[in-house]
């Protein structure tokens, strides 16, 4: 049995923050436009559900996952 891929925690500094300003602060991606890329064409899931808007509020605790990593929403 294989553990999953540890969740890193993020921290923002607040409460809430769009998705795609996210991926970019998170480091998950470089630009705006992989980021816009990634979500529209569905390669993004926010808590393990595929989001393909841009523009979503994430809260303190969403897990964010591209590409087999997971990252954390933390204050």
Known sequence: MTNPDPIDDIHIGGE???LGQFMKF???LDSGGDV???I???HVA?????DRR???QL???DIVSFEGR???VSA
Request: hydrophobic share 40%.
């Open 70 to 72: 997971g990252v954390r």
């Open 59 to 61: 809260q303190l605790g």
């Open 36 to 38: 816009k890329e990634a």
């Open 54 to 56: 841009r523009g979503r």
């Open 16 to 18: 809430v923050i769009r």
């Open 40 to 42: 529209v064409d569905g």
């Open 26 to 28: 998170a480091g998950l």
């Open 46 to 50: 926010v808590n393990d559900e595929v």
